[in-house]
């Protein structure tokens, strides 16, 4: 059974950090990348980051870019955002998924193109 549980969500005030973890398991990880996605109340989900594990390339969107940091533990099959410097406009549901690592890899994550999600985690980051 494939399994992405994201935890580290949380409440930080403008300015602070949080690093949200995803844990994989059921599916042979170098064979996909990961992706973070978040969503706002009433807007779309969007891709934040992205990295393939096997090569550890990575993507970042411009509105995180210097900002947030993607990174793969793959002994554990964990991958991680460490987001730096927050703002209120990082407040959103943040989701991560799996995507075949040859469609996905490298490129701006699009939800459509990822095959496995795991549930939100809630970062609010207050003024």
């Known amino acids: 059974e494939v399994q992405l549980q994201a935890s580290g969500g949380g409440l930080v005030q403008a300015g602070g950090s949080l690093r949200l973890s995803c844990a994989a398991s059921?599916?042979?990880?170098?064979?996909?990348?990961i992706g973070w996605f978040r969503q706002a109340p009433g807007k779309e989900r969007e891709g934040v980051s992205c990295?393939?594990?096997?090569?550890?390339?990575?993507y970042y969107a411009n509105s995180v870019w210097g900002r947030f940091t993607i990174s793969s533990d793959n002994a554990n099959n964990t991958i991680y955002l460490q987001m730096n410097s927050l703002k209120p406009e990082d407040t959103a549901v943040y989701y991560c998924?799996?995507?075949?690592?040859?469609?996905?890899?490298?490129?701006?994550?699009?939800?459509?193109?990822?095959?496995?999600w795991g549930q939100g985690t809630l970062v609010t980051v207050s003024s």
């Open positions: 059921g599916f042979t990880f170098d064979d996909y990348a």
């Open positions: 990295i393939s594990t096997s090569d550890g390339s990575t």
């Open positions: 998924a799996a995507g075949p690592r040859t469609v996905v890899a490298g490129i701006e994550p699009l939800p459509e193109m990822y095959e496995y």
